[in-house]
């Protein structure tokens, strides 16, 4: 508060004077915001802090001049699917939400937002966060196969197709083939170069399938096969050294096999008792009958 003397002179020299008193009333200024640009891994985990804006943090979003205290709502998100990973608090912390970032989706995401003083008036001012994301390697997904195959086929016959989902939107993708132990063994089968898949415009991810083929004849057979099952496991492996496994089965069918029989030689008497054996003709059924 100041006061001063005032004293009012008219045109004919007559005098008075007064005091006069000036109260200051402190006037409410609005926030001061910042509009930072922060890295963040799409491997992030849910709830991870991708930026830490609060009052008590180094690196506030916003302060405010007269000491107030500042609040912070979201005004806009770009692209609007960011609304779906991050989330901003009332206190100035933008963290991870389900499902989470994801890189292939989007590359940046910008967060509008305004930060509001316990002042006066309640005064507003905007700032925006500008989250890059980054992109990590990522296994690719896999999909087997369950066929029913007749046995006794021949080399080449394609048992069944393996397919690869990835991510990444530049990835390779080779296979490997175990067998469990069901009689058979791993060399019985081939997997062939995997292809790639088109896919939907604008979709930055990559696909690929491959044939696995029968590559000894042999192998194929219900006879030595436990239960009639060859059970699979799949290995697939990205440019990124990224595995992931999936299985796949074989259902042999047992197809009814011809006896095989050997020459055979003989002599007898000709006189010989009805039912006398004149010769052994050997023979056997693939199928135990």
């Known amino acids: 508060m100041h006061s001063f003397d005032v004293e009012v002179v008219d045109p004919e020299n007559a005098k008075t004077t007064g005091r006069v008193t000036v109260e200051l009333v402190n006037a409410n200024f ?166 790639e898949l088109a896919l939907a415009t604008g979709v930055t991810s990559t696909s690929f399938e491959a044939d696995m083929t029968l590559k000894d004849a042999s192998c194929l057979n219900f006879e030595i096969i436990v239960g009639g099952r060859i059970e699979l496991d799949i290995i697939g492996t990205d440019n990124d050294g990224m595995s992931s496994n999936t299985t796949a089965l074989i259902r042999v069918n047992d197809v009814n096999e011809s006896p095989s029989t050997e020459d055979a030689e003989g002599a007898v008497s000709e006189v010989v008792v009805p039912g006398t054996e004149v010769v052994f003709v050997p023979c056997s059924d693939p199928d135990n009958e």
């Open 30 to 195: 609005p926030p001061s915001t910042t509009s930072p640009s922060v890295d963040a891994s799409e491997g992030l985990a849910l709830g991870a802090v991708v930026f830490d804006g609060s009052a008590t943090s180094d690196t506030p979003l916003a302060t405010d001049s007269d000491g107030d205290s500042i609040t912070y709502t979201v005004t806009k998100m770009t692209p609007p699917k960011a609304a779906d990973s991050l989330a901003l608090s009332i206190s100035g912390v933008l963290t991870v939400v389900f499902p989470g970032l994801d890189f292939e989706n989007s590359q940046t995401h910008i967060i509008e937002y305004l930060a509001q003083d316990s002042g006066n008036g309640r005064l507003q001012t905007a700032g925006v966060i500008t989250v890059n994301v980054q992109n990590e390697p990522e296994a690719p997904t896999l999909q087997g196969f369950d066929i029913n195959q007749d046995e006794n086929q021949a080399v080449g016959t394609i048992m069944g197709t393996v397919s690869s989902f990835d991510d990444d939107d530049d990835a390779t993708a080779t296979f490997v083939v175990q067998v469990r132990g069901t009689g058979v063994a791993s060399t019985c089968f081939d997997i062939s170069m995997p292809r």
